[in-house]
Nanobody
């Protein structure tokens, strides 16, 4: 399974970005999809996740500002990030739990940099 993330960049505080991540490969099904982030000197943390049924979970720090969604037909997960703050600066990683011919596994994208700065 390959994950390709798009949409990172530099934005001013209060601005917005939309991340997307497309999964490809010999995928039978995708269960959960999510976004994690890792800031310099900090551990990787969950930002938001969405199940195959559409249930969502958010970190407290992004509730009300970020929205996760997915397009099952395209094996793609999105993260709409509004009202961005400098503390949202981090490398954002896409994660999926997918079932392939080799079983169910946990897959990670390479990460995309999000920088919030004036």
């Amino acid at each position: 399974v390959q994950l390709q993330a798009y949409g990172g960049g530099l934005v001013q505080p209060g601005g917005y970005l939309r991340l997307s991540c497309a999964a490809s490969g010999s995928i039978f099904s995708i269960n959960a999809m999510g976004w994690y982030r890792q800031a310099p000197g900090k551990q990787r943390e969950l930002v938001a996740a969405i199940t195959s049924g559409g249930s969502t979970n958010y970190a407290d720090s992004v509730k009300g500002r970020f929205t996760i969604s997915r397009d099952n037909a395209k094996n793609t997960v999105y993260l709409q990030m509004n009202s961005l703050k400098p503390e949202d600066t981090a490398v954002y990683y896409c994660n999926v739990v997918a079932t392939t011919g080799w079983g169910t596994g946990d897959y990670w994208g390479l990460g995309t940099q999000v920088t919030v700065s004036s």
